[in-house]
């Protein structure tokens, strides 16, 4: 069996002409936060859609906790808690009748349930006002009471900060991450905000125009972020050849008539320094840089940044 709470395979939406999401294959581990990321219109929601049955993939399939979706759906769906767009809540009643409501629907009578849900996002139980009068903030609060009311294994939240103030914000990634630590929730996430998925997630998905251009620990992907050494020099091309010939690297980047991007950074900096002043090279500047996650973004999804 594998070791995936969700796993896809080639999983696809098309919609007309449209593909919205294309041979999609996504491994999310027990126990840990994956980040759905994109921009908007990347195939995000599409996603998570087809992940809860809510549409059908065009072709490809979902095995969550081990199993078929399709055919197990009635098994599967109550160990699941989402939020994908705003759920339906009455105007005219409270946080606290509201989810007594959906609690009903799913036969949970303790109210210890509500009690509990509310006291995660930080809501009051059984305050007097009713949800047309709740701010943005506090809407966005309530539905993520109501995914997390069951007790779900796994949560799916579709851009679960969406709305929020930064203090807000801060407060929902924390208990996402209280979620994951101490109660061993498997958990979803989406977000268009790369700062937000480098915050909170374990593990990324990079999706792009509905294709996976990456998958991997949060940890591998800063990794990966290029280190370098930038020389702004008298004569580029002259120092990458010396580069090249004393110290045998290919690993260099021509920018211009003086800046050159050197990837070998274990090659000692003093001594080509030195080399290059023998050879009548004057050195305006000559330091280590580091790519940042967002030029990494950039980089890969060969456009704008996410930042
Ligand atoms: N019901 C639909 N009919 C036709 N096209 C759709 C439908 N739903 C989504 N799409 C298209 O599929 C693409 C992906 O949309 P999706 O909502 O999954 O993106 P997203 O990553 O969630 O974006 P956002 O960050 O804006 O929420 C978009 O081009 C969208 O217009
Ligand atoms: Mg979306």
């Known amino acids: 069996m594998s070791d995936y709470i969700i796993e896809t395979h080639d999983l696809t939406k098309r919609y007309g002409n449209q593909t919205s999401v294309s041979n999609l294959n996504i491994h999310v581990k027990k126990g840990r936060i994956y980040g759905l990321l994109g921009r908007n219109g990347a195939g995000k929601t599409t996603t998570m859609k087809m992940l809860l049955g809510l549409t059908a993939p065009t072709s490809g399939e979902v095995t969550i906790f081990g199993e ?167 004569d580029a091309k002259k120092a990458a050849q010396i580069i090249a010939t004393t110290f045998c690297s290919k690993d260099i980047q021509l920018a211009d008539a003086n800046n050159l991007y050197l990837y070998d950074t274990a090659l000692p900096v003093a001594r080509i320094n030195r080399s290059f002043i023998e050879a009548g090279i004057d050195i305006q500047e000559a330091h280590l840089c580091e790519d940042t996650l967002e030029d990494y973004f950039k980089r890969i999804t060969g456009g704008e940044g996410i930042a």
């Open 68 to 234: 078929p979706f399709h055919g197990n759906e009635k098994k599967i769906l109550p160990r699941i808690g989402c939020l994908i767009e705003s759920p339906g809540f009455y105007p005219n009643l409270t946080g606290t009748e509201n989810l007594k409501i959906f609690a009903e629907l799913r036969g949970l009578k303790n109210p210890r349930y509500i009690k509990g849900a509310l006291e995660l996002v930080n809501l009051p139980y059984r305050d007097k006002k009713l949800f047309s009068q709740y701010s943005l903030g506090m809407k966005q609060r309530l539905a993520i009471a109501l995914a997390v009311m069951h007790d779900p294994e796994l949560l799916i939240l579709d851009e679960p900060i969406n709305g929020l103030d930064p203090i807000g914000i801060a407060e929902v990634r924390d208990f996402i991450r209280e979620l994951c630590d101490t109660r061993g929730k498997t958990i979803l996430i989406s977000s268009h905000i790369l700062s937000e998925i480098s915050l909170l997630a374990d593990d990324v998905g990079i999706i792009d125009h509905g294709n996976l251009l990456e998958e991997e620990s949060l940890k591998e992907l800063e990794a990966k972020n290029a280190k370098y050494i930038h020389f702004c020099v008298s």
